[in-house]
């Protein structure tokens, strides 16, 4: 690093308090000054080039500074930057509406607004919520979640999550939740396929319901993959069988594809690959809440957007005096900023092949992959889409997990920081969730970074 960058790492680590991160770390770890970005590409303020395999924390889809978005925000932003969204309404967010409707599942009719991931997840419990108490059933305030589920770290969205690392310490801060284990494919017995475990969890979630629907609100389910939990995949019958229950027992269905919508797992929403109930049915399922963020504006603005049903916004609407309305808002609900960058990302997916490059660049990655299976460490390599994943295991019979405290993933990304890639890895899981613009080329460094990365971490 040279002296500017260094100076300017310094101010940071004098004045900041970072995300995610003991800031004791950093008197070891390099604080990396960004100063530009292009296609998959970081640039640092002393020049050198970061290829960023995950997206900046799955964010962006389409490239650093993508011209076409930026575009878009810049003429919004000579035009209308922010207005107050009660009582006034712009032609950005009516248009975003109803352009996710139109691409969203069928069914859903109605966009509410907010401005990051977690306040989706809120927006989405407390509608659940409030939907039941307008209907009569106010004793339904329970919510279930699946094991090893994220949902964001605000208090609510924190209680339905699992992950340990960023519940423990405040677990006595939040709600009780019910949880049913996780169709996560890699805790499949021996002999069973994904689909069977999908199976066996779907009976066990049927249990869960048959003692709690009366009191519960909605299941919530990040599709396909759990993404913050160690990117764990599984079958999407799950999503068949979910809805399904759901239905029998009159309880709401949250789909939190906040990390996984926009095309990451291969189809434009990861709901869509729920498989049909019978030969001919139609695939995919439709949640009652579609909760999305991360890649809505490109990974250009904070944004969210929870979809819901007719069914539901109807239970809401009534002469004021009921007391129905829905109460929850933020000052920069629905940004015209925000909201212009999103109707940017929906035009490139419009007007470009991007489902099909995305494919052929998943099994471009997966080709690649493959072959670290072989390595006496790594117990699994997984992949859904452009999500992949290798996981790192102490002894590859047992899966015996590495003790957290060696911190074998922080390894395995300083070494892929030297070979100019960033990866953040998820304890000894070790992903890419490359930005969807990245070439065949850039895949290749990604892979040997990993491998690299995989080399240190078990040494
Ligand atoms: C990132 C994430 C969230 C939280 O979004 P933030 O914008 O970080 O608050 C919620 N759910 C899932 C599945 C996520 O990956």
Redesign the pocket.
């Known amino acids: 690093m040279d002296d500017s960058a260094a100076a300017l790492a310094a101010r940071d680590l004098a004045v900041l308090w970072h995300p995610c991160t003991q800031m004791h770390d950093h008197e070891r770890v390099p604080m990396i000054p960004i100063a530009r970005g292009g296609g998959a590409w970081l640039i640092g303020a002393d020049g050198r080039r970061y290829l960023d395999a995950i997206s900046s924390w ?1 964010t962006n889809l389409f490239g650093h500074a993508n011209p076409r978005i930026a575009a878009a925000i810049a003429e919004q932003a000579r035009t209308l930057e922010q207005v107050i969204f009660a009582g006034h309404t712009h032609a950005p967010a009516v248009e975003l509406a109803e352009r996710l409707l139109a691409v969203a599942p069928p069914g859903l009719s109605r966009v509410f607004l907010a401005d ?4 989706a ?1 809120e927006v989405a419990l407390k509608m659940s919520f409030h939907y039941w108490r307008n209907r009569g059933e106010g004793e339904r305030r329970r919510f279930i979640a699946l094991t090893g589920g ?4 605000t208090l609510g ?1 924190l209680a339905v999550s699992d992950v340990g690392l960023y519940r423990e310490t405040y677990a006595p801060l939040l709600f009780e939740r019910l949880l049913a284990p996780s169709p996560d494919a890699w805790e499949s017995l021996p002999g069973e396929s994904a689909a069977d475990v999908a199976a066996r969890r779907l009976d066990e979630l049927r249990a869960l319901l048959e003692r709690h629907a009366h009191e519960v609100c909605a299941v919530i389910v ?1 599709p396909l993959v759990q ?2 939990g160690g990117m764990r995949m599984y079958h999407p019958s799950y999503l068949t069988g979910l809805r399904a229950l759901c239905d029998a027992f009159r309880v709401h269905l949250i789909a ?1 594809e ?2 996984v919508g926009f095309g990451r797992t291969g189809t434009l929403f990861a709901c869509e690959q729920a498989p049909p109930t019978a030969p001919g049915a139609r695939a995919g399922i439709t949640p009652d809440f579609l ?1 999305l ?2 890649g809505l504006t490109g990974g250009f603005l ?1 944004l ?1 957007a929870v979809l819901t049903t007719q069914r539901v916004y109807e239970a809401f609407y009534a002469d004021y005096s009921a007391g129905k309305a829905f109460l929850h808002s933020h000052s920069y609900t629905g940004n015209p900023l925000a909201c212009r960058a999103a109707l940017a990302t929906l035009d490139i997916f419009r007007d470009e092949p991007v489902l099909e490059r995305n494919l052929a660049l998943a099994a471009h990655l997966a080709a690649r992959l493959a072959p670290l299976a072989e390595h006496p460490h790594v117990a699994d390599v997984r992949q859904t889409g452009l999500i992949a994943a290798v996981e790192l295991v102490a002894d590859k019979i047992t899966r015996t997990p590495y003790p957290a405290a060696e911190r074998r993933g922080l390894r395995a990304r300083l070494a892929a920081l030297e070979r100019g890639v960033v990866l953040r890895p998820l304890g000894e899981v070790i992903y890419a969730m490359p930005p969807y613009c990245t070439t065949p080329e850039e895949i290749d460094l990604i892979v040997d970074a990993i491998a690299a990365g995989i080399d240190a971490a078990c040494r």
């Open positions: 799955w990051n991931g977690s306040a997840v994220y949902h964001g770290e969205a990040e993404c913050a939190d906040i990390a909760c963020s991360k904070p969210s």
